[in-house]
């Protein structure tokens, strides 16, 4: 299919939701797929006007909003996108089958959470939702097709789509199968599309597999340097993607593990990651330290990665890589027990005003946020939490912090639990400010106003490293900040 993006009638496709909505396990699963395909589609249309680009969903209200002028997530610079392209080579549509027939290129963008039950649960990615995509591309489609595996799956995930697709192929349809797996941030999504490090596809190396992964690259090449698109084997960009989230978020839980030690020595851990940052073989890029990564890749992949060395019989591997998991959770339960003894060992109805709700800023995305835990700590020493965040709703944070199962505990959730509509609101009459997310308006607000209507001693703690402590002291305030000796 090479050179066919010449022409006006390429056509790519994601096909996000086409399994049943009914079968995921929380709403939360259910949106997680269009935070980052989205705008990778987008992208593409934007660069590629001669190409008809088109996200399909079953979910029609989903699939309504990105029709709307309100679309389904918040990222800089989407809505521009969109705007630009819906209607013109861009659209979002529930007609599955009609998509798949006039596809030359498929983009496999379904969810693939971690298993909840089942052999590997807790670890495995459950992948029904990618052999559901494989077997109704295997049935739809009436011509050849370029499958590109686009979810994050288990290394060797691509042998299960391709067993599933050659099984179904006849004389005159084939189906080549691709791994293109995202290397983006949440946050800065778009800017990470429009200049990518590098743009990772994999494919088999048989002059077919070759044929398929130079379609794809001439895709692509429109806006990306051609030195930055890297070509390898499926398996090769498989592990690729599962190894680069594992790695990041290792010097995270590293730095972190050493903002321990400086709370402990009096070190100062902004100082030590500036050394160590300036070293060229290390760099400053994700030494920062905070109350602990959350997200929808690191905590899913890394166990995906422990799942998949423990499968290979490497027990010794499996535990490195879980220690990097452990070491979050340990961050997370570290800041909430310093918080209670600073407090007087006691929280039980004090007013604590938790800032920030997602897990990064520049987002509404709440998974695997540090601040879950740490609401949840908090509720079950008894506290009254008082929770702003700009961008994450009433709803999502109500869904995070209500317990599993058939007891439905919202009602006294909304004992203990508040939303404020700004950081002012929230920290009117509390005993502790808590910064969760690193939100640009948290580094300016007006503490002089904050700290004349809190109770005294006013507290705040700042798991993101973003305020001026000695500021803060200055107007009265008692400031702890990870990584740093109390005062």
Known sequence: MSGLIAKKAFKIITLNGIERSDVYSSKK???????????TCAVIAYKCPHIKVTIVDLN??????WNSNN?????????????????????FTTEVE?????????????????????????????????????????????????????STVPCRTAESMRTILEANSRDDIRFDILSNPEFLAEGTAINDLLHPDRVLIGGLQTPEGRRAQEALVEIYAQWVPTDKIITTNLWSSELSKLAANALLAQR???????????EATGADIDEVA???????????????????????????????LVYLSEQLNLPEVAAYWKQVVDLNEYQKKRFVS????TLFNTITNKRIAVLGFAFKKDTGDTRES?????????????????????????????????????????????????????????????????????????????YEKIYEKMHKPAFIFDGRLIIDAERLRSIGFRVHTIGKASI
Do not use: H
């Not at 679309?71 to 659209?91: H, K, M, S, T």
């Not at 050394?275 to 997200?295: E, Q, T, W, Y």
């Open 338 to 341: 310093c918080i209670i003894k």
């Open 98 to 150: 009609q998509a798949v027939i006039e596809a030359d290129l498929i983009f496999v963008s379904v969810n693939t959470p971690t298993k909840k039950v089942g052999m590997g649960a807790g670890y495995a990615a459950d992948l029904a939702y990618v052999e559901s995509a494989t077997r109704q591309i295997a049935e739809v489609a009436r011509s050849s097709k370029i499958v590109v595996e686009k």
């Open 71 to 91: 679309l389904p997530i918040y990222e800089p610079g989407l809505d521009e996108i969109v705007f630009a392209c819906r209607g013109r080579n861009l659209f």
């Open 370 to 446: 540090a601040a879950i835990t740490l609401c949840k700590d908090f509720i079950q020493e008894n506290a009254q939490v008082r929770i702003y965040d700009p961008k994450v709703t009433d709803e999502q944070i109500f869904l995070d912090l209500s317990e599993p199962g058939v007891l439905d505990n919202t009602k006294s959730l909304k004992k203990r639990v508040t939303i404020a509509r700004s950081a002012y609101e929230a920290s009117e009459n509390a005993d502790a400010i808590v910064i969760a997310t690193e939100w640009d308006e948290f580094k300016v607000l007006d």
């Open 274 to 304: 500036y050394a160590c940052g300036r070293d060229s073989r290390i760099g400053p890029k994700f030494l920062k330290a905070s109350v602990g990564f959350g997200g929808s890749c690191f905590q899913k992949d890394i166990l995906n």
């Open 60 to 65: 029609e209200i989903r699939i309504a909003a």
């Open 252 to 262: 995270i839980s590293s730095i972190n593990a050493l903002s321990a030690i400086c």
């Open 29 to 39: 699963d259910l949106l997680s797929w269009c935070r980052l395909r989205g705008p």
